[in-house]
């Protein structure tokens, strides 16, 4: 099976302090997503990754930037978090053949708060 | 960008009953797909449409891709509590990168909560 481990399920921070939002995903996928889901607004893509070292901004990248230093690790950070950036985050992957099908894998999520 | 207007926002029914949701869009999209997200997990892929007027079915879940490839419907058939949890649809669209590269962009609609009564 197909396992994508976000590393906190719960945090909590205060505005204005740097985050790191981490994932990993075992199955060598190379694509890889951050989305943020609130109520009322489904999933929100902030920004994907097609390679190791590449990144492409998604709908919603202001505030966050990412990092993808390996191939199963995709980072996000927030550089000084403020309180609209209260959310739950969301990690995906997929393998290069599902590009075109849809199919994401995805974490249980990690539900940031700011304060 | 592309937005989905997905209905209804919360339904809460009783264990046997039919469901139904949809989504809209104003624009097209190449693939339609149907995820479920139970509480405290990660959505989930239950059905995938990839051709326009298409119908496909998974067990008790039915979808179908608008002829005009700006809509979709999930019905779920005699409802069962494990049925329970926010249902999201999306569409795909194919987009390139500045180095010409292809891929699948997700657009989300707003999700359906679904309450489910034995």
């Known amino acids: 099976d197909v396992k994508v481990t976000q590393s906190s399920r719960y945090l909590v921070k205060r505005t204005g302090e740097k985050v790191f939002l981490e994932c990993v995903q075992d199955m060598d996928h190379e694509n890889m997503f951050w989305y943020r889901q609130d109520p009322g607004l489904g999933l929100r893509l902030i920004y994907f990754s097609y390679d190791v070292k590449m990144k492409e901004k998604g709908d919603i990248p202001e505030g966050y930037s990412v990092s993808r230093e390996k191939k199963e690790r995709f980072s996000l950070i927030l550089e000084s978090a403020s309180t609209n950036q209260t959310s739950m985050y969301l990690c995906a992957s997929s393998p290069p053949d599902r590009a075109y099908t849809g199919e994401l894998f995805f974490g249980e999520g990690s539900r940031l708060t700011v304060l | 960008g592309q937005q989905l207007n997905q209905s209804p926002q919360s339904m809460f029914i009783q264990e046997g009953e039919d469901v139904s949701m949809n989504c809209t869009s104003s624009s097209i999209f190449n693939t339609w797909l149907w995820y479920k997200q139970d509480p405290g997990e990660g959505p989930v892929l239950l059905i995938a449409l990839y051709k326009a007027g298409e119908l496909t079915s998974n067990g008790r879940l039915t979808a179908q891709f608008g002829i005009t490839r700006k809509d979709s419907f999930l019905n779920i058939s005699a409802s069962i509590p494990s049925d329970v949890g926010i249902y999201f649809c999306?569409?795909?669209?194919?987009?390139?990168?500045?180095?010409?590269?292809?891929?699948?962009?997700?657009?989300f609609g707003q999700g359906t909560i679904l309450t489910v009564h034995p």
């Open positions: 999306a569409g795909q669209t194919i987009s390139s990168n500045a180095g010409g590269t292809s891929y699948g962009k997700l657009t």
